[in-house]
């Protein structure tokens, strides 16, 4: 099983993100890791350079050329990325705006819906999405959720689950005391599991679990 990650943060392997992400890949086993930190990857021109003049090949020449053969054939794609602004890291977003030379320009019906076909050498497997966020509630993670639950719609691919760290500078400063440890275990857990099949909701619900209450949470982040 190929395993492609993709992790978005500024903050790279030194982030929160990185936390949980780290522990599920080894649940994984065998994946390439790449940090788009480390990445020249520049905004998409909207051309449709792709679709009309060079189908399936970007006029710009960058590290997306190399990062696009990855995801292609990859058989899970690990989107990792800090909820920012109530979405995706910006970083992650422009490498997936420049997924689209994977696309066909013809549209298709796909269950009943308008989509661009996928170019034929291009994999149709899953996607997990991996997140931290600063604030206590796991609801803040809703809209980045229907966002790449629709991105997985029409790259083809099957949303395969979130693993999702609310409160993720809380897991830090609990780790430092030796404590937390059962979410990392989760996270594992989990990568475990998606080599198996699938992740169960149990798994998933002890990388999110409640590491304080909403009002310490407050407390904390305001000392
Ligand atoms: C620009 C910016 C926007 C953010 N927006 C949100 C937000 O909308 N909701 C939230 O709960 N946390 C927000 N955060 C906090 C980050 O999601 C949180 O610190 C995350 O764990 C950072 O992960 P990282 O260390 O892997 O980059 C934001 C942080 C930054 C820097």
Redesign the pocket.
């Known amino acids: 099983m190929q395993v492609l990650a993709i992790?978005g943060?500024?903050?790279?392997s030194?982030?929160?993100?990185?936390?949980i992400l780290k522990p599920f890949l080894e649940g994984l086993g065998s994946v390439e890791l790449i940090h788009t930190k480390d990445l020249d990857i520049r905004p998409c021109q909207g051309e449709f350079h792709c679709w009309f003049k060079k189908p399936g090949e970007c006029f710009q020449d960058d590290d997306m050329r190399a990062v696009l053969e990855k995801i292609a054939t990859a058989d899970v794609l690990v989107l990792?990325?800090?909820?920012?602004?109530?979405?995706m890291?910006g970083p992650l977003k422009n490498l997936l705006d420049r997924m689209i030379p994977l696309l066909e320009p013809e549209f298709e019906l796909r269950g009943g819906h308008c989509r661009h076909a996928l170019r034929e050498n291009v994999k149709r497997g899953r996607l997990v999405l991996v997140?931290?966020?600063?604030?206590h509630e796991l609801d803040?993670f809703d809209p980045l959720l229907v966002h790449v639950r629709a991105a997985c719609e029409n790259l083809g691919r099957e949303f395969a689950g979130a693993l999702l760290?609310?409160h993720?500078?809380v897991l830090r400063h609990l780790l430092k005391q030796g404590e937390g440890q059962d979410v990392l275990d989760a996270a594992r857990r989990a990568g475990r599991e998606l080599v198996e099949g699938d992740m169960s909701a149990e798994t998933l619900a002890g990388v999110s679990r409640e590491l304080v209450t909403l009002e310490e949470c407050v407390r904390m982040q305001n000392e």
Not at 9 to 12: F, H, T, V, Y
Not at 14 to 19: D, F, I, K, Q
């Open positions: 992790n943060s500024p903050r790279g030194g982030g929160v993100t990185a936390l990792a990325t800090p909820l920012y602004v109530d979405g890291s997140s931290s966020c600063g604030f803040n760290r609310p993720g500078w």
